[in-house]
Every structure is written in C-alpha cells, then in structure tokens.
C-alpha cells in the first residue's frame, strides 16, 4: 500500500475493485463504511458480483470477468478528453503520457461497453466522480492480480492514480489489501525468486556485496530462482527432485489441482512445515510440525508496511518449534551454522542488510508499529510513500491494450467460473476449519449461480450440482444468490472436499506469474 489504513478516512472518493472487502478484509471494510457514512466519502464499486460493500456504494460497476484494464482505460479516456486530470502532476512528476492518451483514445465508453458490458454513461459517471475528488483512494485485490493480465491491471490502476495526482498524498494511494498476515513481511524479506530483502535484485552487484558481507559468505548467485507457480511443473520435468514447503497447501490453493497432485508425485522428497497436517503434509516424506503465531516472537509487517511486534502468549504443544529454530538447526546440520541467540538477533541482521528496515529497533516498536521505509533511528518512519518524488525520479505511465482471458466459455463450458474467499473460512481452512462455529456458518462448498442460470441448467437451490471444466470436476451444493451476474458463477476455494482449483485454470500471468484463477470456462448439471 502506498499509503495506510487510515488514510482511507481521509478519501473523498474510495474507487474498490477486485476486492470483495467485507468478506475478505472485514475489519478494513470498517474504515470503507465510515468513510462513506459519517464523513460523506462517495464509494465506486467495481466488481462482477453484487458484493455486500457495493450496498454502501455511488457507482456500482459490474463489467465481466477478465476486462479490467478495458474499463480502467476507459475510465482515463473520459478524465483526458474531458480535461479532467492533473495537468501539474501529470507534467512534473510523470513521464510517458502522449503514449497513454494514444492508446485510451480509443476506449470510449461506448466501445468498453461492449467488451465489459459497463453501460457507457455509468463508466462515465464513474470516471468523473474519481477524477473530480482531491483525494481519491484506489483499494484492490485479488480479484484484480489473479489474471493472466495481472500486472497490467496493476499497471492500469497505477495509471489512473497518476493522472488525477493521487499519490503522494494522504487519502490517496493505490492500495493492494494484503489477504495474509504478514505476506508483506514475507516479500520484504526477499520471499520472491528475483530480489532479495527490501527488493534489492538478485543480479545488483551492489546487492550482492552487501548480502555476502552481511552473511560473510562468497559466491552467491545473481540468477533468479523459480516462481511459485513454475516449482511444481517444474517437478513433474524433473528439473526439480525436492521441494520444501512452508506454511503453504498448495493441494488445495492451486490451480489445476490434478496435474498438480500429478507433478508433486514426481519428487523425490517432500518435506512440508507447517502447524497442522494439511492436504499437502499428508502427502510429504517429512512434517516438520511449527508454532503458530501465537507461540512465537517476532515481527509482522501488515498490509500498509506497518512493522510490528509479536509476542509468545503460549508454549508450542508437543515437538512444534518456532520456524526459525527449525530453518537454522537444519543449515546447521547441512554445513552452513547459523546461530542467533533469539528473535531480536535476527532482526539485527535485518536492519543491516534492509535499507528501509535500518530504523527500527525492537525497542521503538515496543508500544506502536513503524511504517517502512525508514532509514534510520531518527525517522519517524513511513506513512505514505512518493510525496516528493517516486524511486524512480518521474512516475512511468505504462500504455496497455486489453487482452481477453486465457480461456472463454463457448457451447461446450458456456458459463464462466470466478473463485475467492467466504468471511467464515480463511485460504484453505487450515485454521478456521477445526473451528466449530465457523464450520456451522460455512460447513460446504458451494456454487452461486443467479436464479435465472439455475432456471437454463435445471438446477434449484440446494441442489448438488456437477461443475466441469477442461481440468476436472466437482460436485457442490447449489445456491442461488442476487450477488451472482447471469452467465457467471461463483466458488470458494477453502474447501479441499470439492476443490474450486480442481477447474481453475494455470495460464499464468507471463511477468508475476500469477495464474488465472478468477476466469475459467465451466459447465453446469445436476450431479447424478
């Protein structure tokens, strides 16, 4: 996030897409509702269902699956020709704006209508109400990532941003919502295969060097390693024989769950580390039990890079050890020791080798968390990122055309499938579904269709439906729902008994790698 929680109070428009906030990120919503309710924000709503935040919403805009970046344009056509964005922004802090315009020239309303089925005046209404506020949030998720245009999406909505000067500024901002705790903390740390911490690249010489003398260590590689996504093809090529797994299911969250049982069979051996035995841990060589959060120090960094501290509450049950005792005691074992004598240790390394983590102290987040980046034990920290100027000197404004999804239904799959979360499950129920409450409020997969799909497939509420893919097939209870848009249904993805990613397809996307889970071609029946 560019800027932070309570910035969102701060809006006078609030644009949502790609996240479904109240049941994804509930306590965040709040400040949403606020906003709109006590402090006379105006909210636009982007979103293929008919979410519950959308209740709360000016403009409620429902383009079809996989045509984000046909209405983001549009959108940015109607603010230029109307001259309604930043001209003083636009001109000293952005570069690349001619060939923005020249593409979204053509996105008019009337033509994003046809390919988003948003009716034009509606965008319009839309573009203006964003345009015409001093400041205006941008809040996204998944529902905007986890496409095969993924990072154009990302792209498209940091355009907007910048040609109405909404960054830079509290209330502003393009905004992710982190769906887990601490995933930010985990890219932070150089949880992707091409940086290290603080997004430092794997292949700078500079970083290299600081990385080698922090660890005192020579010879580190400068290649990048595997996504995610490409490990366990890469499994089944046999250019990968173990694989070690942390706090992830992926037999239940991703896609194309088949081949991808198929590919992890392939491995010589599997070790997965986690705090229950999850789908994934039942079919490893070695379960390496872990604490949970509760059960160890440390730090988290939040969705708006907030660092905070974490304190042990309870002992680990059992053999369960706090993760990083397990990875040092094991690169111990395999040659290279690693010795910390606690949690403030390490994060004393941290700061030595993590530019925007240089001034924090365990000391200074005693009481109250710290905004990354901050550079040294006299800065306040962070709040709100590129008030002067961005990294890079002048924002880049990226022209991106629309691409179609990776797949569209036709006579065989005529209906299109959209997947994500329930507010009573968490991922892939690890946690919430050994939970007694939760699994009475959400007890089952489900299929939400609109009542008028049910009436063309012969299906009524309660039902147990057969859904199929080009990968698989599932079977789930029928429920209808005015959420639901004709022609598109809906599945949570928590439940490893009837598996959404058992249909979803893994066309990823070609710079993240992200794979397409929110569209796919499916067909519906009555299970026998």
């Given at each position: 996030?560019?800027?932070t929680?309570g ?6 428009v ?22 709109v ?12 269902r008919n ?5 709360f919403?000016?403009q ?6 996989g ?14 020709k109307?001259n309604?964005?930043?001209k ?24 994003v209508?046809?390919i988003?089925?948003?009716?034009a005046?509606?965008?319009a209404?839309?573009?203006?109400m964003?345009?015409?506020a ?6 996204y ?13 990302v792209?498209s ?10 960054l830079g ?14 995933v ?10 091409n ?19 922090g ?13 995610a996504t ?23 969250s ?27 841990a ?5 379960v ?63 700061r030595?080798?993590?530019p ?8 200074r ?18 709040p ?8 890079i000197g ?23 499938l ?7 499950q ?16 959400a007890?089952?997969?489900?299929v ?7 009436g ?28 639901a ?9 928590h439940?490893?008994?009837?598996a959404a ?17 929110k569209?796919?071609?499916?067909r519906l029946?009555?299970?026998?």
């Amino acid at each position: 996030m560019t800027n932070t929680i309570g910035c969102i109070e701060k809006a006078d428009v609030i644009l949502v897409t790609g996240s479904n906030t109240t049941e994804n990120h509930p306590v965040l919503s709040a400040s949403v509702k606020r906003a709109v309710s006590f402090r006379g924000a105006r909210l636009i709503v982007v979103d293929p269902r008919n979410i519950k935040i959308a209740g709360f919403a000016h403009q409620r805009l429902r383009p079809n699956l996989g045509t984000d970046v046909a209405w983001i344009n549009g959108m940015m056509h109607v603010i230029i020709k109307e001259n309604l964005y930043d001209k003083t922004f636009v001109e000293n802090r952005t570069a690349g704006f001619d060939e923005l315009k020249k593409t979204v020239e053509t996105y008019t309303p009337e033509h994003v209508e046809k390919i988003t089925g948003i009716p034009a005046k509606q965008l319009a209404d839309a573009a203006r109400m964003y345009a015409e506020a001093q400041r205006g949030s941008i809040l996204y998720c998944m529902g905007i990532t986890q496409h095969t245009s993924g990072t154009d999406n990302v792209k498209s909505l940091a355009n907007l941003a910048m040609l109405c000067g909404n960054l830079g500024i509290e209330g502003g901002g393009v905004n992710p919502l982190r769906g887990q705790n601490n995933v930010q903390g985990a890219c932070d740390m150089g949880g992707l295969p091409n940086v290290f911490t603080a997004y430092q690249p794997v292949n700078s010489p500079d970083a290299l060097k600081k990385m080698e003398g922090g660890w005192n260590v020579t010879g580190l590689s400068a290649k990048p390693g595997l996504k995610a996504t490409e490990m366990i093809p890469a499994a089944l090529e046999g250019k990968i024989k173990a694989l070690y797994i942390i706090g992830e299911n992926p037999l239940v969250s991703d896609p194309d769950l088949n081949h991808a049982e198929h590919c992890l069979k392939h491995l010589d051996f599997l070790v997965v580390q986690d705090i229950f035995l999850t789908e994934t841990a039942k079919s490893a060589d070695v379960v390496l039990p872990s604490a949970c959060f509760a059960e160890k120090e440390g730090t988290f960094s939040n969705t708006e890079r907030r660092v905070q501290r974490v304190r042990k509450a309870a002992e680990p049950p059992g053999q369960a050890k706090e993760d990083w005792k397990i990875t040092a005691e094991i690169s111990t074992r395999m040659g290279h020791p690693m010795s910390y004598s606690d949690t403030e240790a390490i994060f004393g390394e941290i700061r030595k080798v993590t530019p925007s983590y240089a001034g924090i102290t365990y000391q200074r987040i005693e009481e109250e968390g710290i905004h990354w980046p901050c550079p040294n034990t006299e800065h306040p920290g962070t709040p709100v990122l590129h008030t002067a100027q961005f990294p890079i000197g002048k924002g880049k404004f990226h022209a991106v055309e629309w691409m179609p999804p990776a797949e569209t239904a036709d006579a065989e799959y005529p209906v299109y499938l959209t997947t994500g979360r329930v507010i009573y499950q968490y991922h892939t129920g690890t946690m919430t579904m050994k939970t007694g409450g939760l699994n009475e409020r959400a007890p089952e997969s489900f299929v939400e269709i609109s009542p008028a799909d049910g009436g063309k497939y012969g299906l009524r509420h309660g039902d147990l439906a057969e859904i199929a893919s080009r990968r698989g097939s599932i079977t789930a209870r029928v429920q209808f729902s005015d959420k639901a848009a004709d022609g598109t249904v809906f599945i949570p993805f928590h439940f490893a008994a009837a598996a959404a990613n058992r249909l979803t397809n893994a066309a990823l996307d070609p710079v993240s790698g992200i794979p397409e889970y929110k569209v796919c071609a499916v067909r519906l029946s009555k299970a026998a």
